[in-house]
């Protein structure tokens, strides 16, 4: 199985609507979680990740994530999308399986309408 | 200052010449990355190195070959290009090789062999 995958290769939502960006993993032991996002011709930032401790976890520009163990999922939320959070967005997984190796999801474009 | 800086940012090239891309980062990180990034977005590491030493190697054909003269910089190498290696090469920073840390991400070098 994939370390990490991304279901939805694209996601549409209107602004002000909430947004849901999807992330599933399988790995061995804790994972190390990270979402990232890519705007157009730039290199990607970080979003937010989760170690340990709660398993709501709030990122940067509103951004929010809940670690799911039983669903063994992360997905990435946000209450009221903006036009401005159109990008590719990326989970990412350390799975020690591949040693300390960081595996990216194939990427989720997020399409904001106004 | 930038964080992660990368040169060049775009390389055009002939099939068969050889090409270097240079990366260096001034946040005192550890580990140094190099990440290919194709035409359908998908992100793969392709080597690592913390403290100049290599540390993740992928099957990456040997005519790639990184170098890394001390911690702050990670160049790239390519000999003998082929048309599938036009990409986009990111490279990227932690603070160190445990996974548990965020990535910062150069703005990327487009490479496009013709």
């Known amino acids: 199985a994939q370390s990490v995958a991304q279901p939805e290769d694209q996601v549409n939502v209107a602004e002000g609507n909430p947004l849901t960006v999807k992330c599933t993993y399988s790995?061995?032991?804790?994972?190390?979680l990270f979402w990232y996002v890519q705007y157009p011709n730039r290199g990607l930032q970080f979003l937010l990740k989760?170690?340990?401790?709660?398993?709501l976890v709030k990122g940067s520009y509103g951004f929010e994530a809940e670690f799911n163990k039983s669903q063994t999922s992360f997905h990435l939320k946000k209450p009221s999308a903006l036009v401005s959070d159109s990008a590719l967005y990326f989970c990412?997984?350390?799975?020690?399986?591949?040693?300390?190796?960081?595996?990216f999801g194939a990427g989720t474009i997020l399409r904001v309408k106004s | 200052d930038t964080a992660v800086s990368q040169t060049p940012k775009y390389l055009v090239t002939q099939m068969g010449n050889d090409k270097s891309i240079k990366c260096e980062q001034n946040?005192?990180?550890?580990?140094m990355y190099w990440y290919k990034q194709d035409s359908k977005k998908f992100l793969k590491i392709m080597f690592s190195?913390?403290?100049?030493?290599?540390?993740i190697n992928e099957t990456v054909p040997n005519r790639f070959s990184p170098k890394s003269p001390d911690k702050a910089h990670l160049n790239l190498h390519i000999n003998s290009l082929e048309l599938g290696d036009s990409a986009v090469y990111f490279c990227?920073?932690?603070?160190?090789?445990?996974?548990?840390?965020?990535?910062?991400f150069g703005a990327g070098s487009r490479l496009t062999v013709l």
């Open positions: 990412a997984v350390r799975d020690l399986k591949y040693g300390n190796k960081l595996v």
């Open positions: 790995v061995s032991g804790n994972p190390y």
């Open positions: 190195y913390n403290n100049k030493e290599l540390i």
């Open positions: 989760y170690i340990t401790g709660d398993n």
């Open positions: 990227a920073s932690s603070q160190d090789s445990t996974g548990a840390n965020v990535l910062t």
């Open positions: 946040l005192g990180h550890d580990t």
